[in-house]
């Protein structure tokens, strides 16, 4: 299997299989709501944070594979960080998307997948969609712990 064929498998398998999908009813959840018009795809994440850590996500989203695919491996890079080693994570998947280098330390393996996202520009929102939302979160929940 060459490595465009395995990465296609990634994707499909967290497609298929997503890890941390579907949203709990519990208001101590953040949640981000964002969507990406170009595509049609349409993401809802939740973070519950603890002391600085990220305890649980959750995402739902209506999409195309990509999107829906990078929900799940953004949500298994987040779980057990903490808010800037979070922040740190996004940054470097979002290097990855553009080609730049990064540190594939800092996520997970499957994340790696994506790599080639940055030859179809179309794709790129599709890719960090559910990356933005989880950002977005941990920028609000930072936001609140600065400012008490
Ligand atoms: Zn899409």
Redesign the pocket.
Known sequence: MDLKNLYRQVIMDHYKNPKYRGLVKNDQYLIVHLN?P????EMVVQLYIEDGMIKDVRHEGV??S??CSSASVASITLVGKTIEEGLEAIHQFYELIKGEPYDDKKLVMDAKAYETVHDFPA?V??AT?AWKAYEQGLLEKKKEITHG
């Open positions: 990406n170009t595509c049609g795809d999409g195309c990509i999107c794709r929102k599709c969609l």
